[in-house]
């Protein structure tokens, strides 16, 4: 396992569910639920998401060598696009609100739960992670990688979410995470015509 490929892994998927709706589902479940409760449920349902990701991405990597880094230069140019466009909507309007019901304990947990688990499949840190096993093919690093990422932004989501809002705009970090989309779609593209 490489510690390279589980710290790229990590910081592109930070990078880029910091500023997602799923950042701000957690946060906005934390202030219904006991937070603890909302962290387990979003962390049970991020374990899910990535290991289907990264199952995926390994079957994607039988492809040819070729065919996979463009099709994950794509995705990353893709990835850029969706949090520009993202960032300039976070700049122009408020984010929506998640309405749930007052429950606790497993309730919480699986109210949690189904909300991100839903709201995972098709999103960008599942693509990149896909993208991502199928270019290092290195499932097990990239496996870590993201779920730390994911568990660590959901924390942050949790216990910070709030406090973190007033000091760094919503829309910067969607524009942060698109330069890490960019770099990573350069290196591919790199890796591709050398």
């Not at 990078?15 to 006991?34: G, H, Q, S």
């Not at 979410?161 to 350069?186: D, E, I, M, S």
């Amino acid at each position: 396992m490489d510690p390279v490929v589980v710290g790229l892994t990590f910081l592109a998927i930070f990078v880029v569910e910091l500023p997602d709706k799923t950042f701000l589902a957690t946060l906005v479940l934390a202030t219904r639920y006991r937070p603890i409760l909302v962290w387990i449920g979003v962390s049970l349902a991020f374990l899910v998401q990535t290991l289907v990701a990264v199952l995926l991405g390994h079957a994607v990597s039988f492809l040819p060598e070729d065919l996979v880094r463009a099709a994950a230069g794509v995705m990353f140019l893709a990835g850029a696009v969706i949090l520009i466009r993202e960032g300039r909507s976070h700049q122009e309007a408020q984010d929506d609100e998640i309405e749930t019901r007052d429950v606790h304990g497993l309730k919480a947990v699986l109210a949690s739960f189904l909300v991100l688990f839903a709201a995972e499949w098709g999103d960008l840190s599942q693509l990149l992670t896909i993208s991502l096993v199928a270019k290092y093919e290195q499932p097990v690093a990239v496996f870590l990688g993201a779920l730390t990422a994911l568990v660590v932004v959901s924390g942050l989501a949790v216990v910070a979410g709030r406090q973190l809002q007033r000091f760094v705009k919503l829309h910067v970090l969607h524009y942060v995470g698109a330069g890490v989309c960019l770099v990573l779609a350069a290196l591919t593209a790199y890796e591709l015509f050398s």
